[in-house]
T-cell receptor, first 114, second 114 residues
């Protein structure tokens, strides 16, 4: 399968700071990337769909001003959690869309906000 | 609301047995169906994709799809302790803005005991 790189894998930050997470498709060009959040013992919840060169589409209930998504190239999408608070602590996972609706996932970023 | 439901777990099987995982979905127009495996603390890994009615086999894994019944299943033959993980059923929307977006089931925890 395709390789999707996600960094950092783990970040700890103070409340009120911003955190940027990068997602790169290493061996194919991904027109569409997706960002998910997963809380312990729960399934993946889609936060937003990121399309190269256009604004991201956010799912209902996700604050677009808090979770800034940029998809500047066909291989890179970034998620910035602005003014993070403890309730934002979660496992954030990106994926890159391949053909036939397949999604290939990055390794995930575990965010802990103190 | 589009939903994906998986059989309640956890599921425990002895090593060498067949593990059967089931999933139903509510959107009759869904076109693409996936099974992902997620180890604890890791991101999902694609195991199988299936797009048409019937069976699809890949090694010890067999996916079965019945669109009329809106049902998809995964069979794992000769289960191994390394198969112990959470299995996620994912369904892609029918088209338009839903195409390529995955809706995940809540996951079934599988434990294979020696």
């Amino acid at each position: 399968g395709a390789v999707v790189s996600q960094h950092p894998s783990w970040v700890i930050c103070k409340s009120g700071t911003s955190v940027k997470i990068e997602c790169r498709s290493l061996d194919f060009q991904a027109t569409t990337m997706f960002w998910y959040r997963q809380f312990p013992k729960q399934s993946l919840m889609l936060m937003a769909t990121s399309n190269e060169g256009s604004k991201a589409t956010y799912e209902q209930g996700v604050e677009k001003d808090k979770f800034l998504i940029n998809h500047a190239s066909l291989t890179l999408s970034t998620l910035t959690v602005t003014s993070a608070h403890p309730e934002d602590s979660s496992f954030y996972i990106c994926s890159a869309g391949g053909g036939m609706a397949v999604q290939y996932f990055g390794a995930g970023t575990r965010l802990s906000v103190l | 609301q589009k939903e994906v439901e998986q059989n309640s777990g956890p599921l425990s099987v002895p090593e060498g047995a067949i593990a059967s995982l089931n999933c139903t979905y509510s959107d009759r127009g869904s076109q693409s169906f996936f099974w992902y495996r997620q180890y604890s603390g890791k991101s999902p890994e694609l195991i199988m994709s299936i797009y048409s009615n019937g069976d699809k086999e890949d090694g010890r894994f067999t996916a079965q799809l019945n669109k009329a019944s809106q049902y998809v299943s995964l069979l794992i033959r000769d289960s191994q302790p390394s198969d112990s993980a959470t299995y996620l059923c994912a369904v892609s929307g029918a088209g338009g803005t839903s195409y390529g977006k995955l809706t995940f089931g809540q996951g079934t925890i599988l434990t294979v005991h020696p």
